[in-house]
Nanobody
Framework: QVQLVESGGGLVQAGGSLRLSCAASGSIFSINAMGWYRQAPGKQRELVAAITSGGSTNYADSVKGRFTISRDNAKNTVYLQMNSLKPEDTAVYYC?????????????WGQGTQVTVSS
């Protein structure tokens, strides 16, 4: 099992910044990628950004140029730096870890952290 603990959410005005952190513990070997998803009320959960063990990144079009994902392998932690925040970024943000094993692909989720951007 992989445990993911998120922190860093909160309330910010439009144009402001927040940094989310996600610390992984437990059976962290074979984690292929980690990422951030978000879910706004009444909407489906969507990918925000992801980073592979090799450092390759992927972003949703809506956050490109504003958000940056990074990872500290020594601390088993992934960060999401969010700048120029907009009210439409308001959502619960979830950390995700993907493991690839001979038996298949496994996904692990954090408990979520609320990000609220006021206009």
């Amino acid at each position: 099992q992989v445990q993911l603990v998120e922190s860093g959410g909160g309330l910010v005005q439009a144009g402001g910044s927040l940094r989310l952190s996600c610390a992984a513990s437990g059976s962290i070997f074979s984690i292929n990628a980690m990422g951030w998803y978000r879910q706004a009320p009444g909407k489906q959960r969507e990918l925000v950004a992801a980073i592979t063990s090799g450092g390759s990144t992927n972003y949703a079009d809506s956050v490109k140029g504003r958000f940056t994902i990074s990872r500290d392998n020594a601390k088993n932690t992934v960060y999401l730096q969010m700048n120029s925040l907009k009210p439409e970024d308001t959502a619960v943000y979830y950390c995700n870890a993907e493991k690839l094993l001979p038996t298949g692909e496994y996904d692990y989720w954090g408990q979520g952290t609320q990000v609220t951007v006021s206009s």
